[in-house]
C-alpha cells in the first residue's frame, strides 16, 4: 500500500497535499430543504397537471373505432369452420359493418388487433433468423436451428422465412368499403409505408444472387412456412416490389408484440381521391374479411381498428389521465409537506439538538 | 492456499517425503544434496508466470458467487433453459476475475521483489577454504558461513565459533518472537576452538543429525559427531533465522535448516484473515438472497406450469413444444432459465465494488497529510485494506501505554525542596505563567558535564544550589546517590546513563544539571562530582526497592567519613517514617505532592538521616547475618530495614512529568463523546497507570468512585468486582442477563450477548493483573464484564500479553461490539491481533506491533482522524453504497419478474441483453463508485466538532438487515411503477405516423431506459457531497448509455453480427417519440418523488445527528476552530505511590562486582530497553543465560571493542 515517493529530505514520506488526495475536492452539497423541497413539489404538479390537460385534450381529439369480429355476424360461421383443423385450408369470408357517425378526419389507419397471442414467449420470439432475413445465402438454404420446428419440411426443404413467428403470420385480409349515396365504394388502402424505415431498408431484405433472377428464383429450393397459403414470394398479389421478405405486412409481424394484446397496423387510407381525401366521412362502412387466422386454439380475440391519429400517436388514455392524477398526488404530498415544515421544521426548530 | 498448493505438486509429482531425521555433513555439499534439502531460498509468493493462470483461478472460484456465476454460465449453455446468451453472465465474469487476478498478479509480483530482495542478501560463505561473498539463495544445508555484528542471520545455524570469550553470541530475536531483549547463545567448546581460522573451519567435517524441520522456536535436539564423539546440541547452540547479531564481531554457523525450512518460515503464513461485520452481514444476505432467488424462480415455475396448462397447451399450434418436453418437465425447465434471467439479484460486481471501495478509502488514509508525523516523516499507513468500514464502528479501544499514550520520556519537572516549590514561573504579579515551548530555559552550559537534552525552565534553582544551600545541595547528592543508575562514560565528559526505568534517569539527570554530576560506580563506591569537585562515596548498603517497602535507600560515607542514610520513595511511606521536626515541613510539602498529583506528575518523596558510626557496625555486623542467614532471611533484612529507615529527615520532593504524547487527554476526550469506551491495558504498575489515566482525563476528580480491585484470592476478587457493581447499580440482578442468538452463515454461529447496563454517574475501574488472571476465569469473566462495562474508564495494569489478548477476546465475545487495540510494544501484538482491528504505532519500539496490526501511524492523537473522519466516512461510504448496490439490482431484476406475468412465465427478459450485460458493469459501476469513493456527510472539521455524528456506525445504523428489507421493499415499489407505468402506456399506443411502438424492442428500450433514468436520480439523491468527479461519472454514464444504445442499434453492428444486435433502428424509431419520453417523465417522478417525501419528512420530524450537523453547517460557514483550553488545575487529595517503573532486585546487582562488570560490556540493551512488558519487568533481565562461571581474567580493552 502506499507508493513511496523516492525523494529526498527530511519530508521524503509527505503525503501530497492535493485536493483529491486530502479529500478536499471543491463540492456541492445539496440537502433536501424546505426551500428546495416544496417549490419543486408545487412547481411539479402544476406542470404534471399542465401536462396532463394538454395530452388530455390532444388524445380526445382522436378518433377511434374498434370492432371486435371473431365471432361478430357472419364472422360466426368463419369462426366455426377453422375450430376443424381440416378445413384450414378452406376459403371463408365474412362481412362487418363498421358505422362511422364522426367523420375521422386526417390520416386514417387501419390495424388488426390480436388478443390472448402470446408473441412475447420466450421460444417463439427466438424462434427467427433474422440472418435469413436479411437476404444471406447460406441461412436461406440452411436455417438457423432457434427456428425448429418450422425449419425444414418434411421433404427437407428449408423454410423460408423459417421459424414460428414467420409461420403465424397473421394472414385475415380487410376490404373496407364505404356504402355512400353511390353505392359502394372500396375504400382505398396502403399495404406499403406501415414499417420502421430501418426494418424495411436494413434489417429485411430479399435475398439475391443473380442480377436477372425473379424472386421467385431466388427463393427455388425453399419451402413455405406450413401454415401459409402462398409462398414468400407471392404475398402482395398487386405490389410486387413489396414480396419476399420484404413484404411489409411481414415486417409488421416479424416485429412481435411486447404484450399478448397486441394491434398491428393493416395498412393506411389512401386520400387520392374522393371522397376520402379529407378521410374518412360519415356514413357506412364494412370491412369484408377473408377469415383465415384461427383464435379459437388460444382463446383469442380478433378486431379491427379504424383511427386517427396526432403527435402523441393514437388513442390512449393512460398517459393524460396518470398526469392528472400524479399532479393530484404531487399537490397533496406537497400540501402535506408544508404543513410538516411548518409545524415542525420551520426556521430550524427541529434542528436545535 | 495450502491444500491447493500441494495438490498441484502431487500433480507435479514434486511433493517431498516427509523428513524423519535431518543429516548433514558440514563442508560436504555433494553429500548434502543427495537429501535434496532445501537450499536458503525462499519462496512467500503463491505463483510464478505457468501457475498463476490455473491456481488463481482455482482460487478465485472457491469464492461462492465466483462459482455461483460459472454455475449460471454453464446454464446458460443449455439451449432449453437459456433464458440469456452466455456473454451476459461471462463478460462481467470475466472482467471481476480479471480485475482480481490482476490485484493477485499485483500482490504476488511484490512479494516475488521482496523475496528477491531477501534472496539477494549476501554473506560470507565459506566455499573450498575461502570466504566467498554469496547470495542468501545459495547458501545450502551443511554451508559454514560468517556473520558480523548487526548481520541478520542467514539461516537456522548451528553456532560454532565466535569472537565472543566462551563462544557466546548475542542476537536480538525481536523478529522472532518479539522480545527485544537480548538472548545469548554459547557453541560447543570444540567447536568453539576453531575460532576464525578458515583453514580449521574448512577441514570442519561434523555430521550433525537432528530433528526435522519445525516450528518450534523454544527448542532443537540433534548431536553433532565429530572425530567418534558425540556432542548433544540444544537451542543454546543454535540461531535462528530472523535474529539479528547483537554485541559480537563475527561468529560462525554451520547451515542446519535453510529457507522454506528454518523455524521463521514454519512459523509464519498464518496471518488470521479479519473481516469486518459488513463482511459477515454481506455473506448472510447473499445466502439470503440465494433463498429469494430460489423462492422467486419456484413462484415462477409454478406459475409457468399453471400457465402451461390452461394456455400453453392451446397455443402449442403456433408454438409446438419441443420433443420430450410437457408441461411439468417445461415448469422445472423454466425455474432454471429464471435462476438465469433473476441471478441479477446476486450482484456479481458487489465483491469487486466493495473491494475498489475499500482500496480507495485505505489510499486516503495513506494519503492523509494530517495523519503524517513531521518529526519521525512518518505517514499514516492502511496495512489492511479490507476493514476500513469496520472504523467507523469502533465501541471499544483498548490501549497500551507506554509509547501509545505517552512518548516514555520521563523529565524532570518540578520539585520541593525544604518547602519551596521550584520550576514554576510566576510573573510579577505573582500569576503562574503557562511554560510552552518558547518559555526560556535554564542554561547549563557552566557544567561541562551537564546533559544538553535537559531542559528546566526554573533559573532559580540553578541559583539556590550555586548559592549553596545546603537542602537543596543534599536534595541533588541524594539524588546522585541513591539509584541503581549505571554509567557510561566512552568519551571523556560524555557520560551515558543506563537507568533500568526512566524515572530513575529522569532524576539523575537532573541532579547531573544541577552540578551533582554521578560519574561512576564500583561495587563499593559511588563517585560523583559536586559543584565541579570529584568526591568519592563510600557505597555500605542498598536497601533495595520492592513493591512493599516502596522505597530504596542507600547508606554511604562520605570522604568526610560521615554516614549518611539517604532515602527515597513514596511520600506516603516515607512521611510515615520522618522524625517528629520535619512536621511542619511535611505539611507544607503535602501541599505541594497534591499539586503536582493534580497535574498527573508522578512525585517522590526524599529524605535523609545521618548515622553514627557504632550503631553502623552494628547494624552491618547484623545485616551481614541476616542476608546470610538460611531460613527467613527475607523477613529478617526487612525488619533490619525498618530499623534504620526511620527518623528520617525529610528534603522535599520531586515531581517526574511522564510525557504524554501530544493531544492525548484531548483525543480521548474526542472519542469519548462519540461513545467510544478506552480500556487502558498496561504491563505497568498500578500506580503509574493511574497517574497516566488522570494525566489524560481519563480518570477525574469529579468521578463518584474509583474502584480498585487488587486482591489474591478468585473470592477476593469477586468480593469487590460485586461490591464495586452494587455500589454502582444497586439493583442490577445478581445473575448478568445473557442473551444468546445465532447468527453468521446458516445461523450457524452461536453468539451470546450481555447487555449494557445504565448506571447513574462515572465512575473508573483499576484492576492488577493478579485481580485479573483470577478475574477472567471463566465463573468471573461476566461479573468482570458487567463491572467493567459499567465504567467509563478501566485501567488495567501489570497485564501479560496474553491477557491483554483475553480481555480483548472477552469483550468481544459478549458484547458483539467492533473493538479496536492499539498498541506499539511486541507485547501489544497479541491484543493487535485479537481485536477487530489492530493499530500499531509506528516509528518508537521497533516494528513488532506495526507489523501485526492492520493500521499504523506515528502518534495517538491521529487516532481520532482515523475513527472519526476516515473510519466514518469509510463506513458512511460502505452503507450507502450497499444499499444503493442492492436497490439498482433489485428493482432491475424484479422488472422481469413483473413481465413473467405478462409473457406466460417464458423466461423473456424484459430488456435487452447487451443492457443485462453492461448494467452493472458500465452504465452504474461508475456513478456509484464516484459516490462511495468520495461522499461525505460534512467534512473533516465538521466531524471533529461533532463527535456524535460516530455514533450511527456503533449501531450499525447504515446498514443492517432492516435496512436490506427496507431496501427491497423500495425496490419493488421502484420496479412496480417501472414496468406497469411503461406498460399501460404503450400496450395500446401507436407512433405518431402509425407504426409500432408496443412492440417488445421498443418496449425493451423505454423500461430500460426508465430503469437507469430513475437508479440514477436515485443516485443524486443519495449523493451528499457532489465534486466535478461524481458529476462527471453520472452524466458520463448517462450519455454513455445512449451512445452504446444508439451504436448497438445501429445498421453496422446488425450487419456485421446479426444474430446479436437484433435491436437494430430500435433506438432511432422509439426515442423520438414524445410519449416515450413522457412516460420517462412520469416513472421516474413517481419513484423519486415519494422518496423525497419520505426523506424530507422525516429530516422534519426526526431529524439524525447528521441532518442537525449539516443543517448548521448550511447555517454558518466553519466551526470555529474548539479554543485550546490551558489545562485545568487540580488540587488533588490522591498523591502517587512510588510510581516507578522499577523492578525489584537491582540493588543487589548493582553492589555485586560480576553484575558491573558483565553489565558494563555486555547486556546493556538488553537491559535497559524499557519496555512495559511485564515479562521484562517481572523477570528482570536475570542475566539468566549467561553463564555464572564467568572468567575475569579478559582484558578489558579487548572487550570494550567488541560493544558495538
Sequence with gaps: ?353 | MGSVVSFFERLLGTEKKKEEERYLRANDRPFNLSFNYDNNAIRTSKYNIFTFLPLNLFEQFRRLANAYFLFLMVLQLIPQISSLSWFTTAVPLILVLSITAVKDASDDINRHKSDNQVNNRTVSVLINGQLKEEKWMNVQVGDIIKLENNQFVTADLLLLSSSEPLNLVYVETAELDGETNLKVKQALTVTGEMEDRIEALAAFNGEVRCEPPNNRLDKFKGTLSLDGHLHSLDNDKVLLRGCTLRNTEWCFGLVIFGGPDTKLMQNSGKTIFKRTSVDHLMNVLVLCIFGFLACMCSAMAIGNAIWEVREGSVFTVFLPRETGIDASLSSFLTFWSYVIVLNTVVPISLYVSVEIIRLGNSFYIDWDRKMYHTKSDTPAQARTTTLNEELGQIKYIFSDKTGTLTQNIMTFNKCSINGKVYGELFDFSGQRVEITEKTQTVDFMQNPLADPKFIFHDQSLLDTVKEGDPEAQSFFRLLALCHTVMPEEKEEGKLFYQAQSPDEGALVTAARNFGFVFRSRTPETITIWEMGRKVTYELLAVLDFNNVRKRMSVIVRSPEGKLTLFCKGADTIIFERLHPSCNKLKQITTGHLCEYAGEGLRTLALAYKNLDEDYMDDWKQRHHEASTAMDGREERLDELYEEIEKDLLLLGATAVEDKLQDGVPQTIEQLAKADIKIWVLTGDKQETAENIGYACNMLREEMKDIFVVAANTPEGVKEELLNARRKMCPDAADEPEVIKSRAGLFWLKKTEFVQDEKVDGEYGLIINGHSLAFALDKNLQLELLRTACMCQTVICCRVTPLQKAQVVQLVKKYKQAVTLAIGDGANDVSMIKAAHIGVGISGQEGMQAVLSSDFSFAQFRYLQRLLLVHGRWSYLRMCKFLRYFFYKNFTFTFVHFWYAFFCGFSAQTVYDEWFITLYNLVYTALPVLGMSLFDQDVNDRWSFQYPQLYTPGQLNQYFSKNIFVRCMMHSCYSSLILFFIPWAAMQDTVRDDGKDIADYQSFALLAQTCLLVVVYIQLCLDTHYWTAVNQFFVWGSLAAYFAVSFTMYSNGMFLIFSSSFPFIGTARNSLNQPNVWLTILLTSLLCILPVVTYRFILIQLQPTINDKVRYKVREETLPAPAPRRPPRRRISTRRSGYAFSHAQGYGDLVTSGKFLLRLNLKTRPALFSQTDSPLAESQPQHYRTIPEEREEGKSPTQEEASVE
Aim: with cysteine; net charge positive; proline share 7%.
Design chain 1, 1 to 353: 500500500m502506499g507508493k513511496v515517493k523516492e525523494k529526498p529530505g527530511p519530508l521524503a514520506r509527505r503525503p501530497d497535499n492535493s485536493a483529491f488526495k486530502q479529500q478536499r475536492l471543491p463540492a456541492w452539497s445539496p440537502m433536501l430543504t424546505a426551500n428546495t423541497v416544496l417549490p419543486f413539489f408545487y412547481l411539479m404538479a402544476l406542470i404534471c397537471l399542465l401536462l396532463g390537460v394538454w395530452l388530455l385534450l390532444t388524445v380526445q381529439s382522436t378518433h377511434e373505432i374498434k370492432k371486435d369480429y371473431t365471432d361478430l355476424g357472419t364472422c360466426q360461421l368463419c369462426h366455426e369452420m377453422r375450430k376443424d383443423v381440416s378445413n384450414a385450408n378452406k376459403p371463408c369470408s365474412c362481412r362487418v359493418d363498421i358505422p362511422v357517425e364522426k367523420a375521422l378526419k386526417g390520416d386514417v389507419f387501419i390495424y388488426y388487433g390480436l388478443r390472448n397471442f402470446h408473441q412475447n414467449l420466450r421460444r417463439y420470439m427466438d424462434s427467427r433468423d433474422d440472418g435469413q432475413m436479411l437476404g444471406r445465402q447460406n441461412k436461406l438454404k440452411d436455417p438457423s436451428t432457434y427456428c425448429m420446428p418450422f425449419r425444414k419440411d418434411k421433404d427437407g426443404r428449408p423454410i423460408a422465412p423459417c421459424g414460428a413467428v414467420a409461420n403465424s403470420m397473421f394472414n385475415d385480409t380487410f376490404i373496407l368499403k364505404y356504402h355512400g349515396r353511390s353505392g359502394p365504394e372500396v375504400v382505398p388502402l396502403l399495404r406499403t409505408g406501415i414499417t420502421w424505415y430501418t426494418d424495411k431498408n436494413v434489417k429485411y431484405r430479399n435475398p439475391k444472387t443473380q442480377e436477372n433472377f425473379t424472386l421467385a428464383q431466388e427463393f427455388n429450393g425453399t419451402a413455405k412456412p406450413p401454415f401459409w397459403g402462398k409462398p414468400v414470394y407471392e404475398l402482395d398479389e398487386h405490389n410486387p416490389i413489396n414480396n419476399g421478405f420484404i413484404n411489409e405486412a411481414l415486417i409488421v409481424w416479424m416485429r412481435e408484440a411486447a404484450f399478448p394484446n397486441f394491434k398491428k397496423l393493416y395498412g393506411v387510407l389512401h386520400r387520392a381521391q374522393k371522397p376520402f381525401i379529407n378521410g374518412l366521412p360519415v356514413g357506412n362502412y364494412s370491412v369484408e374479411i377473408s377469415y383465415n387466422f384461427p383464435v379459437q386454439y388460444f382463446r383469442g380475440r380478433k378486431e379491427v381498428v379504424l383511427t386517427t391519429l396526432t403527435w402523441f400517436g393514437g388513442q390512449n388514455h393512460f398517459l393524460p389521465i396518470a398526469y392528472l392524477v400524479t399532479s393530484s398526488l404531487i399537490f397533496l404530498m406537497a400540501v402535506g409537506l408544508t404543513v410538516v415544515w411548518w409545524k415542525y421544521g420551520k426556521g430550524g426548530k427541529n434542528m436545535k439538538a
